[in-house]
């Protein structure tokens, strides 16, 4: 059981826009920023957005991020075939002392 | 460019004792804390530990703590973890990962090395 609570799977077609929603509690995404990591079928995870809604360069801007409360989400417009990978939010738990992730929604572009 | 490269993985038999290093380059090693990630075979990420820039805070994950060590060699460009009391629940693959500067987030991952505990 992951602290933060992501679905376990999200599906779109091509162009279309898909968001995968993070949840959490007060000691964790209510008093940290979340980041979200991709993970492409058989390779390491990468750092997709940081600081709630920041782009590391190279990462297109259909990518974007949002936190609001105890909640975060991952916004992908114009979704591509090469999207299909597992997503994770992540941030420090103030509470736990340790970083803290979601279980991870794996995306399927139909 | 930044680079992390995992080495140590393999087998070994539960109780057992594995050493995995993390060689490091493409920036200043001795700025930036690091941090150990694994992955179970078909499961989520799970942070492992942290170590500060100059090994003076070294933090773990309750699943692995007395158990696990994180250490580095600034020298020698490199971050280790020496695993005892290894149990089944521990196979996985390992990464290696550099924290941003603000240590807010994980900036850069290894390609990972595997871990498996059997008998």
């Known amino acids: 059981q992951s602290v933060l609570t992501q679905p376990p799977s999200a599906s779109g077609t091509p162009g279309q826009r898909v968001t995968i929603s993070c949840s959490g509690s007060?000691?964790?995404?209510?008093?940290?920023?979340v980041n979200w990591y991709q993970q492409l079928p058989g390779t390491a995870p990468k750092l997709l957005i940081y600081?709630?809604?920041q782009r590391p360069s190279g990462v297109p801007d259909r990518f974007s991020g949002s936190k609001s409360g105890t909640s975060a989400s991952l916004a992908i417009s114009g979704l591509q075939s090469e999207d299909e990978a597992d997503y994770y939010c992540?941030?420090?738990?103030?509470?736990?002392?340790?970083?803290?992730f979601g279980g991870g929604t794996k995306l399927t572009v139909l | 460019q930044v680079q992390l490269v995992e080495s140590g993985g393999g087998l070994v038999k539960p109780g057992g004792s594995l050493r995995l290093s993390c060689a490091a380059s493409?920036?200043?090693?001795?700025?930036?804390?690091l941090t150990w990630i694994r992955q179970a075979p078909g499961k989520g990420l799970e942070w492992v530990s942290y170590?500060?820039?100059?090994?003076?805070?070294?933090i773990y994950a309750d699943s692995v703590k007395g158990r696990f060590t994180i250490s580095r060699d600034n020298a020698k460009n490199s971050v280790y973890l020496q695993m005892n009391s290894l149990r089944a629940e521990d196979t996985a693959v390992y990464y290696c990962?550099?924290?941003?500067?603000?240590?807010?987030?994980?900036?850069?991952w290894g390609q990972g090395t595997l871990v498996t505990v059997s008998s």
């Open positions: 990962a550099r924290l941003s500067m603000n240590q807010e987030y994980f900036q850069h």
């Open positions: 493409g920036f200043t090693f001795s700025d930036y804390y």
């Open positions: 170590i500060s820039s100059s090994s003076t805070y070294t």
């Open positions: 007060n000691s964790n995404i209510g008093s940290n920023n």
């Open positions: 600081s709630n809604n």
């Open positions: 992540a941030a420090w738990d103030d509470s736990l002392n340790a970083w803290v």
